[in-house]
């Protein structure tokens, strides 16, 4: 008996958190189980720096490291809990995320190539030595085929722009955006996601910016106007 006490006592400390994804992943491409879930198209470098299966996961979904459990992490949801995720996703933001979905997996079908590209000429980037020919002719290579990716960005937008203003993404916000955000992941020493930046992000209505970066407290959003 006592042998389980301490048994449970350790799964007790280990407990999986509140916020943590209970979805198996990578998710199906016609995923909806889950109400804030934000589709995004994702291809992870592995640790030689080479691009593996491109997978669809959720733009809410982080990793966090798990409480009192060294060099363990969990699938983080940004948003909260099952209750925060319900209330996020109610009223008005139910209408926008329904069309974001949409927008989103068309953007991937426009782009998917590029992205793959993108990846692939990242990890060339990373192999390179630091301060090398190498590094500099993979970095002109990344840094055009980020164009090119804009360039389907742009067909995008030409095409979706009136859809994106109707639910509060002025076009040209959410080109300043990726532009913004492509920028700092070509110059940045490793492949993990760009965070979005304040200047970026008041290009965006307020009512709308949680959509972005849920994570941050109302009051926080509500200062960076």
Known sequence: MARRGRSEGAADQHAVPADACPYPRPFPPDFHDCPAHHPAYFVAL???????????????????????????????????????????????????????????????????????ELAAAKGAQLQAAPGSRDREAATRRLRAVARAWMAGLDTFLQRQGRALRSIGFPPEAVRTLCEDLLAEWVDQPDAAPPQISEDALRLFPEDVRVLLRPEDPPGERASAQ
């Open 46 to 116: 592995n640790t030689g720096y080479e691009p593996m299966k491109p997978v669809w996961t959720c733009a809410n979904l982080g990793s966090a490291p798990v409480p009192g459990a060294a060099l363990r992490f969990y699938p983080r949801c940004r948003i909260g809990d099952a209750a925060a995720r319900i209330a996020w996703a109610e009223g008005e933001h139910a209408k926008r995320l329904g069309v974001l979905r949409t927008l989103s997996r068309e953007l991937t079908h426009t782009t998917a190539t590029l992205t793959s």
